[in-house]
T-cell receptor, first 122, second 110 residues
Framework: EAGVAQSPRYKIIEKRQSVAFWCNPI?????LYWYQQILGQGPKLLIQ????????DSQLPKDRFSAERLKGVDSTLKIQPAKLEDSAVYLC????????????????????FGPGTRLTVL | GQQVMQIPQYQHVQEGEDFTTYCNSS?????IQWYKQRPGGHPVFLIQ?????EVKKQKRLTFQFGEAKKNSSLHITATQTTDVGTYFC??????????FGTGTQLKVEL
């Protein structure tokens, strides 16, 4: 089974420029997440989609960040304009659905992460 | 928002020594997950704990969920160089929203 795909893997831009990241989740996974991971910290959820609807975007800086998931499959995350503090790894993850997969009668919420995009803002 | 603290922040051990990381929350948790992130890699799911006092083992890894469901621990017996990485606990909020802990970075020296 193919994992979560992300591109590009690395991106270097100057502040005030725009950048976009792409994510293709595992086939059949209804829920897609974008995380921001600053060096030395744990991932922080930016936005969560259920199919093509937004479930949670409470931590998304909406003045500069936007995300969409057209047709409930691929997703793009955009930053416009970028700031120095946006330098981080942007991780995309997916899960089967809001309840995760079911195994042995138990419901798991395992999220599968992609390799991430390392963004450097100069 | 929900916060989880992990201790220690860093741990250096000699290969063969044991390692433990602790995750603490001020609120009662519905469940807790553990992830491992290798240097330069992405988080990989290890396990989910749901029941009060639950203990699960995966080879040399032992996971515990506290009786009050406010804390959890991950213990590695006889560490190996392949155990190097950062271990995160993560708690689930509404809608399967994950809040990650601060992480414990493990380094294993030969």
């Amino acid at each position: 089974e193919a994992g979560v795909a992300q591109s590009p893997r690395y991106k270097i831009i100057e502040k005030r420029q725009s950048v976009a990241f792409w994510c293709n989740p595992i086939s059949g996974h209804a829920t897609l997440y974008w995380y921001q991971q600053i060096l030395g910290q744990g991932p922080k959820l930016l936005i969560q989609f259920q199919n093509n609807g937004v479930v949670d975007d409470s931590q998304l800086p909406k003045d500069r960040f936007s995300a969409e998931r057209l047709k409930g499959v691929d997703s793009t995350l955009k930053i416009q304009p970028a700031k120095l503090e946006d330098s981080a790894v942007y991780l995309c993850a997916s899960s089967l659905d809001r309840g995760g997969f079911v195994a042995g009668g138990r419901s798991y919420n395992e999220q599968f992460f992609g390799p991430g995009t390392r963004l450097t803002v100069l | 928002g929900q916060q989880v603290m992990q201790i220690p922040q860093y741990q250096h051990v000699q290969e063969g020594e044991d390692f433990t990381t602790y995750c603490n929350s001020s609120t009662t948790l519905s469940n807790i997950q553990w992830y491992k992130q290798r240097p330069g890699g992405h988080p990989v799911f290890l396990i989910q704990l749901v029941k009060s006092g639950e203990v699960k083992k995966q080879k040399r890894l032992t996971f515990q969920f506290g009786e009050a469901k406010k804390n959890s621990s991950l213990h590695i017996t006889a560490t190996q160089t392949t155990d190097v990485g950062t271990y995160f606990c993560a708690v689930t909020g509404g809608g399967n929203k994950l809040t990650f802990g601060t992480g414990t970075q493990l380094k294993v020296e030969l």
